[in-house]
């Protein structure tokens, strides 16, 4: 609930610091007296547009703080802070302040901050959800807005959205399971006959992992051959033959070895010549050796570049490496296998789908159902309210309205809005259609009296819901707005004494001049203070030992 309310240089306001407590508080003063600007000064902190005429004259800065504690933080309000990463510990207040400072003319520069952490505004208004509801002449959100009907029926009702909503959620996926699987059968069946020949060619080409390397590496080999064959030749040649090197060598050995004992020179050469042919033998080996190693068949190269080049061939037009191919055809296989298996992957599918859908239409009957039966209580709980209010006319109806199916939700199939006739005969319609401001905010107190126990805001404001009534409409208005606020926070800007006279706390919003200074300045009033406010409220401005009898009468009965 608000807990505390400081505004610095707001329009009249120069400096104000305000607490609040539990049950009702009642604020009251003369027509004028800038009640409006405590409201204004409230909202700025929800998130209201910041606007350069509510900085006071003669000063370049405003500021409104206001202090809001919790015996528990609700759920809401957790969320949306947590995602603004600001943590709030168990029993720590929470904090809201808007500065806004002029930049010339009717230019506002605005900041804002929770718990001295700066936030954006739009983080104001969600927040503002959770912690005041204001309902004043020209309200047109709260109970007034039909996009919350729904889902305060379904508070009423105490109705468990939540399942439907994880069955809306289970079709959703179901049917998105379906339709995707549908898709890629459809695909697949359209690419079948290219699949079926795509899979024929490359089986029939059987490529095999390593291949390509192998196949380059021979052809390599066989080209290097091929362009050394002349010399390989020509080498063979010389190495061969009577006339050859080696030959030579061999005989001039021979010769030499018939003399080589005749003197030790000769025989030392003997040896270096057996030593050179053995050498020249060797190379003749070798050369032999790598001819046959280099030797070429040209149909066979043929062959290998043929292969190596449909293998390419291959990969380029499958978008892959010739490595990869065999993968490729597993890929297709598993595809044609998937087509084949497809038309009964899709019936369990279907099937699954349609169980969700049906048991999300179950769910959301049964939502259906209760929430007609609450609204049948909402109504007669509302009728029962309107009477003591002065608006025994009027009726009331929560309408429950069945959705096209292409509307359907988590939420139901279902939208709820509450709708009301203020005079016998005429049609129902949305209430900012046909209520005037006061019947407005009276039949939001009726409303509010017969939602009482289903949450809402911590803190609920009523602005002059009381104007153009008194007496007994007073009175029961009063009654209502001192049995809401039992429970919890509710403040009432009010022109009634019988509903000031059942305030737990009253404060006077009094205007004052100084010279060409004025200022407002609002105080929290003893026992005394009140009989005195009620007594100017109920006599004007000459206050009768009546009116202060009759003050203290109304006091009394509160």
């Given at each position: 609930?608000?807990t505390?309310?400081?505004?610095?240089?707001?329009?009249?306001?120069?400096?104000?610091?305000?607490?609040?407590?539990?049950?009702?508080?009642?604020?009251?003063?003369?027509?004028?007296?800038?009640?409006?600007?405590?409201?204004?000064?409230?909202g700025?902190?929800?998130?209201?547009?910041a606007?350069g005429?509510?900085?006071?004259?003669?000063?370049?800065?405003?500021?409104?703080?206001?202090?809001?504690?919790?015996?528990?933080?609700?759920d809401?309000?957790?969320?949306?802070?947590a995602?603004?990463?600001?943590?709030?510990?168990?029993?720590?207040?929470?904090?809201?302040?808007?500065?806004?400072?002029?930049?010339?003319?009717?230019?506002?520069?605005?900041?804002?901050?929770?718990n001295?952490?700066?936030?954006?505004?739009?983080?104001?208004?969600?927040?503002?959800r959770?912690?005041?509801?204001?309902?004043?002449?020209?309200?047109?959100?709260?109970?007034?807005?039909?996009?919350?009907?729904?889902?305060?029926?379904?508070?009423?009702?105490?109705?468990?959205?939540?399942?439907?909503?994880?069955?809306?959620?289970?079709?959703?996926?179901?049917?998105?399971?379906?339709?995707?699987?549908?898709?890629?059968?459809?695909?697949?069946?359209?690419?079948?006959?290219?699949?079926?020949?795509?899979?024929?060619?490359?089986?029939?080409?059987?490529?095999?992992?390593?291949?390509?390397?192998?196949?380059?590496?021979?052809?390599?080999?066989?080209?290097?051959?091929?362009?050394?064959?002349?010399?390989?030749?020509?080498?063979?040649?010389?190495?061969?033959?009577?006339?050859?090197?080696?030959?030579?060598?061999?005989?001039?050995?021979?010769?030499?070895?018939?003399?080589?004992?005749?003197?030790?020179?000769?025989?030392?050469?003997?040896?270096a010549?057996?030593?050179?042919?053995?050498?020249?033998?060797?190379?003749?080996?070798?050369?032999?050796?790598?001819?046959?190693?280099?030797?070429?068949?040209?149909?066979?190269?043929?062959?290998?570049?043929?292969?190596?080049?449909?293998?390419?061939?291959?990969?380029?037009?499958?978008?892959?490496?010739?490595?990869?191919?065999?993968?490729?055809?597993?890929?297709?296989?598993?595809?044609?296998?998937q087509?084949?298996?497809?038309?009964?992957?899709?019936?369990?599918?279907?099937?699954?789908?349609?169980?969700?859908?049906?048991?999300?239409?179950?769910?959301?009957?049964?939502?259906?159902?209760?929430?007609?039966?609450?609204?049948?209580?909402?109504?007669?709980?509302?009728?029962?309210?309107?009477?003591?209010?002065?608006?025994d006319?009027?009726r009331?109806?929560?309408?429950?309205?069945?959705?096209?199916?292409?509307?359907?939700?988590?939420?139901?199939?279902?939208?709820?809005?509450?709708?009301?006739?203020?005079?016998?005969?005429?049609?129902?319609?949305?209430?900012?259609?046909?209520?005037?401001?006061?019947?407005?905010?009276?039949?939001?107190?009726?409303?509010?009296?017969?939602?009482?126990e289903?949450?809402?805001?911590?803190?609920?404001?009523?602005?002059?819901?009381?104007?153009?009534?008194?007496?007994?409409?007073?009175?029961?208005?009063?009654e209502?707005?001192?049995?809401?606020?039992?429970?919890?926070?509710?403040?009432?800007?009010?022109?009634?004494?019988?509903v000031?006279?059942?305030?737990?706390?009253?404060?006077?919003?009094?205007?004052?001049?100084?010279?060409?200074?004025?200022?407002?300045?609002?105080?929290?009033?003893?026992?005394?203070?009140?009989?005195?406010?009620?007594?100017?409220m109920?006599?004007?401005?000459?206050?009768?030992?009546?009116?202060?009898?009759?003050?203290?009468?109304?006091?009394?009965?509160?």
């Amino acid at each position: 609930m608000l807990t505390g309310l400081s505004i610095r240089n707001v329009v009249l306001i120069e400096a104000l610091d305000l607490a609040f407590g539990r049950g009702l508080g009642v604020l009251t003063g003369e027509t004028g007296a800038g009640k409006s600007i405590l409201l204004d000064s409230l909202g700025l902190v929800l998130g209201d547009r910041a606007d350069g005429g509510l900085i006071r004259a003669g000063a370049d800065e405003a500021s409104v703080t206001a202090t809001f504690e919790f015996n528990a933080l609700p759920d809401a309000l957790g969320t949306a802070l947590a995602d603004a990463e600001i943590a709030v510990e168990p029993g720590e207040p929470l904090i809201i302040r808007r500065r806004l400072r002029a930049d010339g003319g009717n230019a506002v520069g605005s900041r804002a901050f929770v718990n001295d952490q700066p936030v954006s505004v739009a983080l104001l208004r969600e927040l503002a959800r959770g912690l005041v509801e204001l309902h004043g002449q020209h309200d047109d959100r709260g109970l007034v807005n039909a996009r919350g009907h729904r889902a305060l029926l379904d508070r009423y009702a105490r109705a468990e959205v939540s399942e439907v909503a994880a069955a809306w959620d289970k079709w959703r996926a179901a049917e998105g399971a379906l339709a995707e699987a549908q898709a890629r059968l459809a695909a697949a069946s359209a690419e079948q006959d290219l699949l079926i020949a795509h899979l024929a060619e490359l089986a029939l080409l059987a490529p095999e992992a390593g291949e390509e390397a192998e196949l380059a590496g021979q052809r390599a080999a066989m080209q290097k051959g091929e362009r050394l064959s002349g010399d390989l030749a020509e080498l063979q040649h010389l190495w061969t033959g009577s006339d050859s090197a080696l030959a030579s060598l061999r005989s001039a050995s021979r010769r030499l070895d018939r003399i080589a004992h005749e003197h030790p020179l000769l025989t030392e050469a003997m040896e270096a010549l057996d030593r050179a042919v053995i050498e020249a033998s060797e190379a003749e080996d070798r050369l032999e050796k790598a001819a046959e190693a280099l030797s070429h068949d040209p149909r066979l190269l043929d062959q290998i570049e043929t292969r190596l080049f449909d293998l390419r061939a291959a990969g380029r037009k499958h978008g892959c490496t010739v490595d990869e191919l065999p993968a490729r055809m597993t890929e297709m296989r598993d595809a044609l296998d998937q087509i084949e298996g497809g038309e009964a992957s899709i019936a369990g599918l279907a099937r699954a789908a349609q169980d969700a859908g049906l048991d999300y239409r179950a769910k959301a009957e049964g939502l259906s159902v209760a929430r007609a039966e609450a609204a049948r209580r909402l109504d007669a709980a509302v009728a029962a309210e309107l009477a003591p209010l002065k608006l025994d006319a009027a009726r009331f109806r929560t309408a429950v309205v069945r959705l096209p199916e292409d509307r359907w939700g988590p939420q139901g199939v279902d939208a709820a809005e509450f709708l009301i006739s203020t005079n016998p005969g005429a049609d129902f319609a949305p209430l900012t259609k046909i209520a005037s401001g006061g019947e407005l905010s009276r039949f939001i107190l009726a409303l509010k009296v017969a939602l009482a126990e289903e949450g809402g805001a911590a803190t609920v404001i009523f602005d002059e819901i009381d104007r153009g009534v008194g007496g007994a409409v007073a009175s029961a208005i009063g009654e209502r707005l001192a049995r809401l606020a039992s429970g919890g926070q509710l403040l009432a800007v009010t022109h009634s004494p019988q509903v000031a006279a059942r305030g737990t706390t009253h404060y006077l919003i009094a205007k004052s001049s100084e010279g060409t200074v004025t200022r407002t300045s609002v105080a929290q009033l003893d026992a005394g203070g009140r009989q005195e406010e009620i007594a100017r409220m109920l006599s004007g401005a000459e206050i009768t030992p009546e009116a202060r009898a009759q003050a203290e009468r109304l006091l009394e009965q509160a």
